[in-house]
């Protein structure tokens, strides 16, 4: 039971650090956290007597792939084998892909400030308040820079890889807000619930949902829906 608890803690602890959320202050102590006789950069919590670990780091120290779908979340460690070239191609395979620590602070900020601009237009539709091009326009410039400095921490394959499906989410999303303030300029009337009906809005929340499953494994992910 108590490591049932242990596990289960720790997926609730991941995914309140990828939407930004705060835990209660008390009672909380940070420890460190061994992985094979290794000392690990992974961030483990102590709260009430329970330690609770951050599952996106200790994926990038044992070599793992985490993937978020929907209420899942599935962390898949490489099979070990001593002395087996398998092991050694399956480790090499996953360094590949991993995203540098760099990239991922960055990359996480570019998403975040897109993210703010699709609820500002969202709540703008769905509450019929006016959509001004100012207000539009500075949450576009904040992502852009966001997205230039992510592009300038990319080291690796993965990186740049990454960097284009965040590029493509924010395109998408460009498109999304020039075609209702053109809407709202020619006094066109918007549905409340006009997203709901809209291929392009749905492709960037599905875009989203896999850009924050590739962010928490720290590993590059193409599942298509950025394309």
């Given at each position: 039971?108590?490591?049932?608890?242990?596990?289960?803690?720790?997926?609730?602890?991941?995914?309140?650090?990828?939407?930004?959320?705060?835990?209660?202050?008390?009672?909380?102590?940070?420890l460190t956290l061994i992985v094979n006789g290794q000392q690990s950069h992974v961030a483990v919590l102590q709260i009430n007597g329970y330690p609770y670990v951050e599952l996106a780091g200790l994926a990038r120290a044992t070599n793992s792939s985490l993937t978020l779908k929907g209420s899942e979340i599935t962390?898949?460690?490489?099979?070990?084998?001593?002395?087996?070239?398998?092991?050694?191609?399956?480790?090499?395979?996953?360094?590949?892909?991993?995203?540098?620590?760099?990239?991922?602070?960055?990359?996480?900020?570019?998403?975040?400030?897109?993210?703010?601009?699709?609820?500002?237009?969202?709540?703008?539709?769905?509450?019929?308040?006016?959509?001004?091009?100012?207000?539009?326009?500075?949450?576009?410039?904040?992502?852009?820079?966001?997205?230039?400095?992510?592009?300038?921490?990319?080291?690796?394959?993965?990186?740049?890889?990454?960097?284009?499906?965040?590029?493509?989410?924010?395109?998408?999303?460009?498109?999304?807000?020039?075609?209702?303030?053109?809407?709202?300029?020619?006094?066109?009337?918007?549905?409340?619930?006009?997203?709901?009906?809209?291929?392009?809005?749905?492709?960037?929340?599905?875009?989203?949902?896999?850009?924050?499953?590739?962010?928490?494994?720290?590993?590059?992910?193409?599942?298509?829906?950025?394309?």
């Open positions: 039971m108590r490591e049932r608890r242990f596990y289960t803690g720790a997926a609730v602890f991941m995914l309140m650090l990828a939407l930004g959320l705060t835990l209660f202050p008390a009672a909380q102590q940070m962390l898949t460690m490489p099979l070990s084998a001593s002395g087996s070239s398998g092991t050694s191609s399956t480790v090499s395979s996953a360094d590949a892909r991993g995203l540098s620590r760099s990239f991922l602070k960055a990359a996480i900020e570019a998403m975040s400030s897109m993210r703010e601009w699709h609820s500002a237009l969202a709540n703008a539709i769905q509450n019929q308040y006016p959509i001004a091009e100012n207000w539009l326009v500075n949450y576009q410039n904040e992502t852009a820079t966001n997205l230039r400095l992510a592009s300038l921490a990319t080291s690796g394959d993965a990186d740049r890889n990454a960097l284009q499906l965040i590029t493509n989410v924010f395109n998408s999303m460009k498109r999304l807000s020039d075609y209702y303030f053109g809407k709202r300029q020619s006094q066109s009337y918007i549905s409340p619930d006009s997203l709901k009906d809209s291929d392009l809005d749905k492709k960037i929340v599905t875009c989203g949902h896999s850009l924050a499953a590739m962010v928490a494994s720290g590993q590059f992910q193409d599942d298509g829906s950025c394309q």
